[in-house]
Nanobody
Framework: QVQLVESGGGLVQAGGSLRLSCAAS????????MGWFRQAPGKEREFVAH????????NYADSVKGRFTISRDNAKNTVYLQMNNLKFEDTAVYYC??????????????????WGQGTQVTVSS
């Protein structure tokens, strides 16, 4: 049974930082690309960041580029999202997801096979 468990969310002031983690189990982690998505109330789930299976390539939504960094540790079956200079509009539930697609850019929600339950990030202005 595949499980993706996010942690690290919370309440932070604008300009602050948070580091999200997503621990994976039940799958061969190194064979999966990983992504982070977010969903704000009343909005659709949107792409945030993606990292290829080996960690050699990353890509980001324009709204977070330069502020967020995705990384992975295949020895720990964990993917991370370092979020710096947080803005009020970053407030959302953040989800990690795993994809078997071997491409340099994987942004669509339908391209991911497994999802975590989400962790809330709230940025106060």
């Amino acid at each position: 049974q595949v499980q993706l468990v996010e942690s690290g969310g919370g309440l932070v002031q604008a300009g602050g930082s948070l580091r999200l983690s997503c621990a994976a189990s039940g799958l061969t982690f190194r064979n999966y690309a990983m992504g982070w998505f977010r969903q704000a109330p009343g909005k659709e789930r949107e792409f945030v960041a993606h990292i290829t299976w080996g960690g050699g390539n990353t890509n980001y939504a324009d709204s977070v580029k330069g502020r967020f960094t995705i990384s992975r540790d295949n020895a720990k079956n964990t993917v991370y999202l370092q979020m710096n200079n947080l803005k009020f509009e970053d407030t959302a539930v953040y989800y990690c997801a795993a994809s078997k697609i071997r491409a340099y850019i994987v942004r669509g929600t339908t391209e991911y096979d497994y999802w975590g339950q989400g962790t809330q990030v709230t940025v106060s202005s």
